[in-house]
Every structure is written in structure tokens, then in C-alpha cells.
T-cell receptor, first 114, second 111 residues
Framework: ETGVTQSPTHLIKTRGQQVTLRCSSQ?????VSWYQQALGQGPQFIFQ???????GRGNFPPRFSGLQFPNYSSELNVNALELDDSALYLC?????????????FGEGSRLTVL | AQRVTQPEKLLSVFKGAPVELKCNYSYSGSPELFWYVQYSRQRLQLLLRHISRESIKGFTADLNKGETSFHLKKPFAQEEDSAMYYC?????????????FGPGTRLSVLP
């Protein structure tokens, strides 16, 4: 069973740039969600995708957008980067029909915005 | 507003002592509550969920709807319990399903 994988693991961008982070779901999972975790804080829910559509969103502006592909992998795109976007971005996959609520997390992509 | 609070950033106990990690939530409805744990150099993983009413690694958590709490307890802490613990709820907001995590409590079990 393949776990959740994220890429890249680390990246540095400058203010105003755009970034794309990628996530491969765990085998058999059809739902993916993304989280922002700033230093010393808990994960903050950005959004969730199921069947290639966003079906849940947290309190993040529209410049945070995503995609889910037919193979259930996903991308998180952030436009017009701000210094406060510096954080660890976590992806989690789950099996919606199982309805257990269990999220399987990746190791994250650490973004630094200068 | 949906919110999860964990009042302690750091909790230190001696091995063999009881431990309780506090969690309170606010949610207008019936949320699902979870405890997630992150051990050193490992990824975040589920410890337990309230609907299962199970004990995992000796930990239990009871949902108290009157006090809107979901405290995590273990009668005898072990050194391997040292980790970061996050309380979380799953519910529905204005924009569909969402997940809310607390700020976390770092548990340190001393020998």
C-alpha cells in the first residue's frame, strides 16, 4: 500500500510569485484535503476535493486554488504569494465512502516566501 | 464559529503518572471529534475518534457534549507517548465539509 506523497519537500519563492504543490493520494482513496501549518500552530484546513470537485473550503482567499485529477492526485496552487504564506503545507487523503473520518497525511511541503 | 482549543502548549509528566490532554470545541451541530498524534520524525496520524469509543495505546477520550469537551486520558504514561497531540473536529460549514484542528499540545513523558 502506497502512502501519501508530496512534492516538492522544500521550496523558496519570492513575494508575488506563484507556486504549485503536488500530492499523490494513498492507494484506494478518493478524497484529498489540504492544510496550512504555520510554525507552532495546528493544521489549518484550506479545502477538500472529491471526484475532482471542491466540496469543502476553509477561511482562505481565492488565490488559494486546487485541482484533483482522475487518478485522485491533487495540486494546490497559490498565486500572488505573501510573506505570511510561509508554512508547511500538508496533504491528506481519505476514503469518503468508508466514512471513518480518518485522514492519512503526507510529510508536507515546506514553503518559504522571501 | 467552529473552533477547537487546547489550553496547554506543553504538558510534562513522569513515566507512570496519569495524563490528561484537554480539548474543548465550539460547533453548532454534532461534530465528529478526533485526536491526531505526531511522533518525532513521523507524519501526523490518527490516534482515536469518538465514534469508535475505543482505546488505542491505552488512551481514551470521552465526548462530553454538555461541556463541549473531548479530553484525552491515559492512566499510566509511557516515555514513547511523548509527541505532539492535536484535537480535531470534522463538520460542515458555510462552504461544505471542513476540518478544524486545535493548536496542539506537546506531551513530554519524563523517565
Amino acid at each position: 500500500e502506497t502512502g501519501v506523497t508530496q512534492s516538492p519537500t522544500h521550496l523558496i519563492k519570492t513575494r508575488g510569485q506563484q507556486v504549485t504543490l503536488r500530492c499523490s493520494s494513498q492507494s484506494g482513496h478518493n478524497t484529498v484535503s489540504w492544510y496550512q501549518q504555520a510554525l507552532g500552530q495546528g493544521p489549518q484546513f484550506i479545502f477538500q476535493y472529491y471526484r475532482e470537485e471542491e466540496n469543502g473550503r476553509g477561511n482562505f482567499p481565492p488565490r488559494f486554488s486546487g485541482l484533483q485529477f482522475p487518478n485522485y492526485s491533487s495540486e494546490l496552487n497559490v498565486n500572488a504569494l505573501e510573506l505570511d504564506d510561509s508554512a508547511l503545507y500538508l496533504c491528506a487523503s481519505s476514503q469518503r465512502l468508508a466514512n471513518t473520518g480518518e485522514l492519512f497525511f503526507g510529510e508536507g511541503s515546506r514553503l518559504t516566501v522571501l | 464559529a467552529q473552533r477547537v482549543t487546547q489550553p496547554e502548549k506543553l504538558l510534562s509528566v513522569f513515566k507512570g503518572a496519569p495524563v490528561e490532554l484537554k480539548c474543548n470545541y465550539s460547533y453548532s451541530g454534532s461534530p465528529e471529534l478526533f485526536w491526531y498524534v505526531q511522533y518525532s520524525r513521523q507524519r501526523l496520524q490518527l490516534l482515536l475518534r469518538h465514534i469508535s469509543r475505543e482505546s488505542i495505546k491505552g488512551f481514551t477520550a470521552d465526548l462530553n457534549k454538555g461541556e463541549t469537551s473531548f479530553h484525552l486520558k491515559k492512566p499510566f504514561a509511557q516515555e514513547e507517548d511523548s509527541a505532539m497531540y492535536y484535537c480535531a473536529l470534522s463538520g460542515f460549514g458555510n462552504y461544505g465539509q471542513n476540518f478544524v484542528f486545535g493548536p496542539g499540545t506537546r506531551l513530554s513523558v519524563l523517565p
